[in-house]
Every structure is written in C-alpha cells, then in structure tokens.
C-alpha cells in the first residue's frame, strides 16, 4: 500500500492525459466553480511558458488544488502532474485512485522514509510538469507559512519555469479547521504571474525565497484591490486568537489556591493536626445556682 501512486508511466499515458483532462473539465471544475465566485486573473502572463515547467501556490484550503488546476489553460494543465501528501492520499487505493483522476496527482512524502522519493525530479527529468505547494501543508491561519527550498532546488537542477499562483479567499471559503466549505458562493481570486527562473549562481534558499515574495505580492496586491485580508492581517488576526485562547486556557487552570476560601487568609493560621476553628455561636445562659 505504501508504493500506491507509484508508477510513472501513466503521467506520459495518452489514456491517462484524456481521463484525467475529461474528469477536469467535466466534473472538477463545474462543481468547484458553483459553490465558488472564482475570478481568473494573469492569464497573459502565461503564454510563455514551456514545458517542463513547476507551478507554486500558497496553501490554505482543500479547494487551492482543484482552483489551480481548473484556472490553468488547458494546454498547461493537461499533462500537469500534482504533488499529494503519500501519509493523506496515498495510503487507501480509492483516495489514490480519486487524486489520480481529478488531479493528475503523484505521492509526495512527508514522512522522512524513502518511499517515493526523487519522484518528482524524475517526472521533470520525463518532460512532465509539476505542481507542488511549497508550504508543505495547509495553513491553519490562512496565513503564508515558511517554504521549503525543495521546489528552488528542482528548478536550479532542471533550469526550468516556475509559475508563482497567489489564491485569495479559499481560506475564508473553507477554512483548514472546518469539515465543509461555506455557502453562498464566497468569492475566491486565482493569480498566475510571470514565470520565474533561477539566476545565475543562485542557491536554492535564496530563489525560494525569491520565490516567496512574489507569491506574497501577488495574493496582496489582489487583496488590497477587493477588500479582502492580506498576508500580514492574517498573521496578525492568528497571532490575536492565540493570545486570546493561551489567556482562556490560563484562567481555566487557575487552581483553588488562586482563590482562597474565607477565612484561609494570611490572618488565618492553622496549625497542623489541629481542628478547624467551629464557627461562633452564642453561649448558653449558665445554669441557675441550686443554693438559691
């Protein structure tokens, strides 16, 4: 089970580019786009691209992969090759088979093992392009995490594209803690910049983060443009709730001592193995004198 998704020479199937293209546009993109507004911007930016050729996107909800690979012309997206976490979907075969039919989608590993490795660079080395999150994982604050210099590396080793895609508003659509997406056809934004390539003597880290930068200006410059939160405002709204939530959790662990009962004050001493001090009452008349 662990070797599932595997096998290379379906990414350069004629069958395998008609069933996944005709799952695309019949079925993906037509249930994607009616319970999404989605806008397509930076079309034109892609007339120059080549194969092979790596596309990047931020990371923050299950829709990205389905927004990405329907908003893409068909002439890129056809024999496009989607990177997929092995430890999520490569481990049953019907969530193997469905990520390979809609998604063209080869296992990434996450796990440190060495199942799967270098499968991506061997696609490159077939001609095939890849599309890969750079981020690794989905944000939780819909903000952009760190990327991993891998997709640099592979560009430097192959002198290829890179096509940096900013998406905006999928995390409000369905954020990563929720089961099911949001009604009402939120509005989502795709954007595809200039293909980008490594420059002479550059190393990875520094192409990634290159590479970052521009992922970052595209989803920002989108977002001031329709209202919708930037880069840093998410971060800052995630920083926020965290505080809020660590001050909630320290109230709820505040123990009984952070609360002394009456009485149990520093006035209140209690001497070990003795009785706690009765409550006062008021004493009884003495008993009349039989003298009298």
């Not at 989905?138 to 594209?161: D, E, H, K, W, Y």
Request: with cysteine; aromatic share 6%; proline share 11%.
């Amino acid at each position: 089970m662990a070797e599932l998704g595997g096998n290379r020479k379906r990414f350069t199937s004629p069958l395998n580019t008609i069933a996944t293209t005709g799952a695309q546009q019949l079925l993906l993109k037509p249930v994607v786009w009616s319970q999404l507004t989605v806008h397509v911007h930076g079309e034109q930016n892609l007339e120059g691209v080549e194969e092979p050729f790596i596309v990047i996107a931020n990371h923050s909800s299950h829709f990205d992969g389905p927004l990405i690979m329907s908003a893409l012309p068909r002439r890129l997206s056809k024999n496009l090759a989607t990177g997929a976490a092995a430890d999520t979907f490569f481990t049953k075969w019907h969530n193997a088979a469905m990520i390979q039919l809609f998604m063209n989608g080869f296992p990434v590993n996450r796990q440190g093992t060495r199942s799967h490795r270098g499968m991506a660079k061997q696609l490159l080395s077939e001609g095939v392009p890849i599309f890969l999150f750079p981020e690794g994982t989905r944000s939780r604050s819909g903000g952009m995490g760190p990327f991993t210099p891998g997709v640099a590396a592979l560009a430097i080793s192959f002198n290829c594209q890179v096509v940096p895609c900013a998406i905006v508003g999928a995390f409000a659509a369905w954020p990563a803690k929720e089961p099911r997406w949001r009604p009402g056809r939120p509005p989502v934004h795709v954007v595809f910049g200039l293909p980008m390539r490594p420059r002479p003597g550059e190393i990875a880290h520094q192409f990634n983060e290159r590479l970052r930068r521009k992922v970052i200006e595209l989803h920002d410059s989108t977002a001031h443009a329709y209202g919708m939160p930037t880069q840093a405002e998410m971060a800052h709204r995630a920083a926020l709730e965290k505080s809020t939530r660590g001050s909630r959790q320290a109230d709820d662990q505040q123990t009984p001592a952070d609360h002394p009962e009456p009485g149990s004050g520093p006035g209140s001493r209690v001497i070990p193995g003795s009785a706690p001090p009765a409550a006062a009452t008021e004493s009884p008349p003495p008993d009349p004198d039989p003298r009298q």
